[in-house]
């Protein structure tokens, strides 16, 4: 599971743009815990009442051993998302 916080500006008809933050924690046994945080933004475009397509664009930051910041990298990564926007989104 991954906590995000995500802005869907639903005024829009067609095409409604959202925002977000995100973090996460990987726990391993025997080795250093994961932390990954990022950012991420994109639209959903809708086709129907109840059918759209998500399209997005995430930065994901890896810090490997949060203690003592020793070893961190960055990646991207390009999401591609479909399904049905919520009820809660749609506000």
Known sequence: ???ELRYVYSRAETVKPYGGIFLSR???DGLPD???YGAKGGAYVT???NAHLGLGVAYERIESN???QARTSSAG???LRSGSISP???R
């Open 47 to 49: 086709f129907h009442a």
């Open 1 to 3: 599971m991954v906590p």
């Open 66 to 68: 949060r203690a003592t």
């Open 88 to 90: 809660s989104e749609q």
């Open 77 to 79: 990564k390009f999401i």
């Open 26 to 28: 990987t726990l391993y």
């Open 34 to 36: 994961r932390y990954t």
